[in-house]
C-alpha cells in the first residue's frame, strides 16, 4: 500500500469547514483513498473513500485531485465532536482485506 | 447489533504472564485483523485473517499468537507478557467483496505489563 503524509496537528474554529490534507504521490491506479477518525482512544471509525471522483456522504466530503497524488477530506461544519485524529489510507480494495498500515494522522482541535 | 466487541476491556499483567485477548463479530465478515497502539503513535498490524482457517502476520508480530476460531472469533494470545507489550489493542473486521468499504473496529482492550 502507498505511503501518505499528513500535517501534524490543525485548529479549525467551530461552525467552520475543516479542510485535512493528505499526499499520496505513489498511489496506484488501483488504490483507494480511505479516510478514518479516532476519537480520544476509541476504536477508528470509517469517514469515507474514493477512487477518482469526489465523494460526499452525511459526514464529509472527499476532494481528489485529477492526478491523484493528494486528497482533501472536508468536515462542512466541524463541531467540538470532530475533535479527532484523522488517518489518510491508501489501499487496493478487494484484495487481503484491510491489512492496511496506519501512520500518525492528523490531530484535528475544533474550538469554541 | 453489536459490531466488533472485545474483551477484556482493560487487564494489568506481571512480566512473563500469559493471557487471551477474545475478539467476536457479528457481521458475518470474512476478514479480521488485530491492531496495536501505543500512546501518541498510529495503529500497528499485529496479525490478520483473510478468511476462517487462514492467519498471516503484519508489521508487528513478534511474541503474539493469533487463533481464528471460525468466522466470527479471532483470538490474540500473549504466552510470556513483556513490558513493551503495553499498549492498546483492537480488534477489527471486513468484509472481502470487489468493492469492500470499510473495517469496523471494536473499542479496544487497554493492557499494562508490569
Known amino acids: 500500500d502507498a505511503k501518505t503524509t499528513q500535517p501534524t496537528s490543525m485548529d479549525c474554529a467551530e461552525g467552520r469547514a475543516a479542510n485535512l490534507p493528505c499526499n499520496h504521490s505513489t498511489i496506484s491506479g488501483n488504490e483507494y483513498v480511505y479516510w478514518y477518525r479516532q476519537i480520544h482512544s476509541q476504536g477508528p471509525q470509517y469517514i469515507i473513500h474514493g477512487l477518482k471522483n469526489n465523494e460526499t456522504n452525511e459526514m464529509a466530503s472527499l476532494i481528489i485531485t485529477e492526478d491523484r497524488k493528494s486528497s482533501t477530506l472536508i468536515l462542512p461544519h466541524a463541531t467540538l465532536r470532530d475533535t479527532a485524529v484523522y488517518y489518510c489510507i491508501v489501499r487496493v480494495a478487494g484484495t487481503g482485506g484491510f491489512k492496511t498500515i496506519f501512520g500518525a494522522g492528523t490531530r484535528l482541535f475544533v474550538k469554541a | 447489533n453489536a459490531g466488533v466487541t472485545q474483551t477484556p476491556k482493560f487487564q494489568v499483567l506481571k512480566t512473563g504472564q500469559s493471557m487471551t485477548l477474545q475478539c467476536a463479530q457479528d457481521?458475518?465478515?470474512?476478514?479480521m485483523y488485530w491492531y496495536r497502539q501505543d500512546p501518541g503513535m498510529g495503529l500497528r498490524l499485529i496479525y490478520y485473517s483473510a478468511s476462517e482457517g487462514t492467519t498471516d502476520k503484519g508489521e508487528v508480530p513478534n511474541g503474539y499468537n493469533v487463533s481464528r476460531l471460525n468466522k466470527r472469533e479471532f483470538s490474540l494470545r500473549l504466552e510470556s507478557a513483556a513490558p513493551s507489550q503495553t499498549s492498546v489493542y483492537f480488534c477489527?473486521?471486513?468484509?472481502?467483496?470487489?468493492?469492500?468499504?470499510?473495517?469496523?473496529f471494536g473499542q479496544g482492550t487497554r493492557l499494562t505489563v508490569v
Open positions: 477489527a473486521s471486513s468484509d472481502m467483496g470487489p468493492m469492500n468499504t470499510e473495517a469496523f
Open positions: 457481521m458475518n465478515h470474512n476478514s
